[in-house]
């Protein structure tokens, strides 16, 4: 039609392509990796500090997650928890050189209650956290310090990635805690929400604002 325009294939393939630092002027990416499956994991026990490595189904869904990443962003920087089970699920999934190490990604540390069965131990801290989030298990840590300290590791990615996609691989809680502040939200909002093993959520500073790209996307072997 005259004065008009019409979508062609092409227009359809370039819309569907994902977000990428790339060409986009000042804008930052942190794609957010879960590790994957660990033995505790596998017998639905609390882990925080324990320092396990992959199971055999937590290195297939590392290698899942690598190539899932692949097929949707250009990496160009590697940020890790100091935790055996993230860094092992970054050597899966081939992302293993030139990795950068923040204590502040690590898991929550949970204290006496480390091990425990994941139900007993979150009706309990789930009361104690809503009533309290500086509440802390015996020689452990509170959930407002994890938030704290989660999200000064990403304010600090941010500031010191302009326009790159950054690939960080930590644990449930950091990254929930990292999804709360980036939707305005405080330390409860890692209460509401639940992460897989190996899933990607994405968190963008496209100028003037922090956004929420994506969250638990489905990585892992089905």
Known sequence: MPGGSSATASDDAAAEVPPSASGRGPETYLVLL??????????????????????DLGRRQAVD?????????????????????????????????????DDRLAEMDYGALEGTPVPLASGELIDAWTADPGYAPSGGESLASLYDRSVRACEHLLATSENLTVLVCSHANPIKAIVSWALGGEASGILRMYLRQASVSVVASIPPVVVLLGFNERTEPA
């Open 65 to 101: 997650a690598g190539e899932y990443v692949r097929r949707h962003w250009q990496i160009d920087k590697v940020v890790c928890s100091p935790r055996r089970r993230a860094r092992e699920t970054l050597v899966h999934a081939g992302f293993d050189e030139d990795v950068i190490t």
């Open 34 to 55: 879960r590790h994957g499956r660990t033995d505790l994991n596998r017998q639905g026990l609390l882990q925080g500090a324990s320092d396990l490595p992959l199971d």
